[in-house]
């Protein structure tokens, strides 16, 4: 079976920032679109979903050398969630390496994730890339190598 997803989210949010803590706040409306081939009816993901979706993001450098981020995102979409944490050290003055986790769960799937990361990267002013590799294990049994890649944009 091969499966698919599209998934688009609205989440309007509030950023609060004292000295070396940020914490933002979003909440919003969730819309995903899954499809599996071949067709399975039992599968509760099917066709297009609607819910509501809250999610915090905080970051944390204890020292001017380390950071620690955690970040966390519920969805009314089949009571799915997110949880990552991560922790990092400045190199060459320019990125955080270190070690994180995450869990991924929805009603009857769940999915770990332990590896490596490198966070922070600046390329122009306004782009900052983070780039994560590791191994993850599902409640289905299957389990692999991740790789994941993200792109923030401050404007």
Known sequence: MI????EVQFMPGWRFKRDRLEVKVFAGIDVKY????????????NGRSFGARGAVN????????????????LSTIITSYSVRIAYGWRLIDSF????EAQVF?????TQGRIG??????KIFDD????????????????SGAYVRLGVLTRR
């Open 127 to 142: 782009w900052e890339w983070s780039v994560a590799a590791g191994f993850a294990e599902d409640s289905e049994a299957r």
């Open 58 to 73: 905080v970051w944390y450098e204890p020292t001017p050398s380390s950071m620690l981020a955690a970040d966390a995102s």
């Open 105 to 109: 769960s929805c009603i009857g799937f």
């Open 116 to 121: 490596l990361h490198a966070t922070g990267l």
């Open 34 to 45: 899954d499809v599996t081939v071949p067709y399975d009816p039992s599968n509760r993901l």
């Open 96 to 99: 955080y390496v270190g070690p």
């Open 3 to 6: 499966g698919g997803e599209e």
